[in-house]
C-alpha cells in the first residue's frame, strides 16, 4: 500500500510537466490518458528514482521545492538574464570570464545534480566539472569577482544549495 502512495506522489511531478507541455489545451481524454501514463512511468522508475522512501512524502520539502521554483523563474533568473542583457547592449562593459572553483556541502546525488543544473541554468554560469572527491564544481563564470572559494560560493551556489538541502538532504 506505501508503495502504490509513493508511485502517486512520483507521478504528480510527472503529470505537472506534461500539463506545462500540453499547454493546459487538451481534451478531457488526453488529460486522463496523460495521467494514466504518468502512473505508469512512476511504477516502472521508482524504484530507480526514489532512494530514500520516508523523504518522498514529507510535505514540507514539496513546499521548499514549489517556493524554490518560483524563486528561480522570477527572481534569480531575472536577475541573470538582465546581467547578460546588459553585457550584450553594453560592448564596453568589462567582463571577466574564468573558471572558478565552488565548494558544496549537500550529501545526497539529488542535491547537487540540482545545484549544478540551477548554475547551469542561470545564464553566465556553466558547471564544466565535478570533483566529488573534494567536493568541489568547476564553474565557468562570465565575469569573476575573484578566486577565493568562500567568494565564488557565495555569488555562485549559496542560495541553490540552501534550497537543495531543505528539498533533499
Known amino acids: 500500500m506505501r508503495k502504490v502512495a509513493y508511485i502517486i506522489v512520483l507521478s504528480i511531478p510527472m503529470y505537472l510537466a506534461f500539463l506545462l507541455v500540453s499547454g493546459?489545451?487538451?481534451?478531457?481524454?488526453?488529460?486522463?490518458?496523460?495521467?494514466?501514463?504518468?502512473?505508469?512511468?512512476?511504477?516502472?522508475?521508482?524504484?530507480?528514482?526514489?532512494?530514500?522512501?520516508?523523504?518522498?512524502?514529507?510535505?514540507?520539502?514539496?513546499?521548499y521545492l514549489v517556493k524554490y521554483f518560483f524563486r528561480y523563474?522570477?527572481?534569480?533568473?531575472?536577475?541573470?538574464?538582465?546581467?547578460?542583457?546588459?553585457?550584450?547592449?553594453?560592448?564596453?562593459?568589462?567582463?571577466?570570464?574564468?573558471?572558478?572553483?565552488?565548494p558544496y556541502h549537500v550529501v545526497s546525488d539529488y542535491a547537487l545534480t540540482t545545484i549544478a543544473n540551477s548554475i547551469t541554468n542561470t545564464p553566465g554560469t556553466v558547471v564544466v566539472d565535478v570533483d566529488e572527491e573534494e567536493k568541489k564544481l568547476f564553474v565557468h563564470w562570465i565575469d569573476v569577482k575573484g578566486i577565493e572559494e568562500e567568494l565564488c560560493y557565495e555569488k555562485i551556489s549559496k542560495e541553490f544549495e540552501e534550497y537543495a538541502k531543505k528539498i533533499f538532504d
Not at 77 to 86: L, M, N, P, T
Open 73 to 102: 523563474i522570477t527572481v534569480i533568473e531575472f536577475r541573470a538574464h538582465s546581467d547578460v542583457i546588459k553585457r550584450i547592449f553594453s560592448p564596453k562593459m568589462p567582463i571577466n570570464p574564468g573558471i572558478v572553483k565552488v
Open 24 to 63: 493546459l489545451s487538451v481534451p478531457l481524454l488526453d488529460l486522463i490518458l496523460g495521467y494514466i501514463i504518468s502512473l505508469a512511468v512512476s511504477a516502472l522508475v521508482y524504484e530507480v528514482l526514489v532512494r530514500e522512501h520516508k523523504k518522498l512524502l514529507q510535505l514540507h520539502r514539496l513546499a
